[in-house]
């Protein structure tokens, strides 16, 4: 049954992919973010947060600090290079 599913899915998702168009973004529009908005968001991760990428919560909570300055730097280069 499980190979089945899956062989719908991928019969489905290939009938209806869309390939994605990229968006020019304007540089006015473009919206920096500061390291005292990257640290109150990682700072008020709740005990509940589930985190996709394995990364436990506590150890966000724990290093906030530490990942301000890489999470700052990360997200803004994203939005510069508008992969965002």
């Known amino acids: 049954m499980h190979e089945d599913f899956v062989q719908d899915l991928n019969e489905y998702f290939d009938d209806h992919y869309v390939q994605p168009v990229a968006v020019e973004i304007k540089e006015d529009t473009i919206r920096q973010t500061s390291s005292s908005q990257v640290f109150n968001a990682l700072s ?5 947060a ?26 803004n280069l994203s939005l510069s290079t508008n992969l965002a």
């Open 50 to 75: 589930t985190a996709s990428d394995g990364f436990l919560f506590r150890a966000w909570k724990e290093k906030t600090a530490i990942l301000t300055p890489a999470i700052e730097t990360i997200w």
């Open 44 to 48: 008020k991760i709740k005990k509940t």
